[in-house]
C-alpha cells in the first residue's frame, strides 16, 4: 500500500500557483518524496524528488516540512496544460529489490480552470 | 530518441487467449518494469528486470511472464487472458533504481 495520503481532488486556477499536499507520516530516514504526475491516458511523467531540503527546477518546487512527515509541491504557474493526476510516492532509492520500487497511490486530480 | 515505445497501443482478447505486449527502450537503461492501472487507480507493479537474464516478481505478478534477453526489450506475456487482466499496462526504465523512471505510452488491454 502507498505510504502517501492525498486530496482526492483539487482546482486551481490558470495563471495561479497550485499547491498539492501529501501526508508521510510514516516516512523513515532514508525516504525520498517524489513526484510523478499523469496527464490524461498518458504514461506517468517524473517532476521532482527531495529528501529533506526544499528542491525546485524547471517544472515545480517541492517543499518538505522539517519533520519530514508532510511536503508540497507547487506549480507556480498552473496552465491548462497541468490538468492531471499527481502522484506522492515515498521510497528508498537506494534499497535493493522490489521494495526499493515505486508505489503508487490514487493521487490528488488537479484541474486547472480557465 | 524515442524514449519507451509499447506495441500495440489496444488490444481485445477473448477469455483463454495469449498474446505478448512489447516494450523497447533506447536510452540503454539497465532498470525495466511493468505496471498495470486499473480505472481510477494509481499502478501496480506486475514485473521488473534489473538487467539482461534477470527478472524478479513485482506486487501483482500472476497471469504474467516476462523475459529479458536484450538491454532494449522486455516483453510482457499473459498466457491465458481472464477478464481480470483487463487494464492500461505501461512499461518504464531507468538508468539504475535510484534514477528516475521513463514511461512508455501504454498498452490499452480489454478482454472479453
Known amino acids: 500500500d502507498a505510504k502517501t495520503t492525498q486530496p482526492t481532488s483539487m482546482d486551481c486556477a490558470e495563471g495561479r500557483a497550485a499547491n498539492l499536499p501529501c501526508n508521510h507520516s510514516?516516512?523513515?530516514?532514508?525516504?525520498?518524496v517524489y513526484w510523478y504526475r499523469q496527464i490524461h491516458s498518458q504514461g506517468p511523467q517524473y517532476i521532482i524528488h527531495g529528501l529533506k531540503n526544499n528542491e525546485t527546477n524547471e517544472m515545480a518546487s517541492l517543499i518538505i516540512t522539517e519533520d519530514r512527515k508532510s511536503s508540497t509541491l507547487i506549480l507556480p504557474h498552473a496552465t491548462l496544460r497541468d490538468t492531471a493526476v499527481y502522484y506522492c510516492?515515498?521510497?528508498?532509492?537506494?534499497?535493493?529489490?522490489?521494495?526499493?520500487?515505486?508505489?503508487f497511490g490514487k493521487g490528488t486530480k488537479l484541474s486547472v480552470k480557465p | 530518441n524515442a524514449g519507451v515505445t509499447q506495441t500495440p497501443k489496444f488490444r481485445i482478447l477473448k477469455i483463454g487467449q495469449s498474446m505478448t505486449l512489447q516494450c523497447t527502450q533506447d536510452?540503454?537503461?539497465?532498470?525495466m518494469y511493468w505496471y498495470r492501472q486499473d480505472p481510477g487507480m494509481g499502478l501496480k507493479l506486475i514485473y521488473y528486470?534489473?538487467?539482461?537474464?534477470?527478472?524478479d516478481k513485482g506486487e501483482v505478478p500472476n497471469g504474467y511472464n516476462v523475459s529479458r534477453s536484450t538491454t532494449e526489450d522486455f516483453p510482457l506475456r499473459l498466457e491465458l487472458a481472464a477478464p481480470s487482466q483487463t487494464s492500461v499496462y505501461f512499461c518504464?526504465?531507468?538508468?539504475?533504481?535510484?534514477?528516475?523512471?521513463?514511461f512508455g505510452p501504454g498498452t490499452r488491454l480489454l478482454v472479453l
Open positions: 536510452m540503454n537503461h539497465n532498470y
Open positions: 518504464a526504465s531507468s538508468y539504475s533504481v535510484q534514477e528516475t523512471q521513463y
Open positions: 528486470s534489473v538487467g539482461a537474464g534477470i527478472t
Open positions: 510516492i515515498v521510497r528508498d532509492p537506494f534499497y535493493g529489490g522490489s521494495q526499493g520500487n515505486l508505489i
Open positions: 510514516t516516512i523513515s530516514g532514508n525516504e525520498y
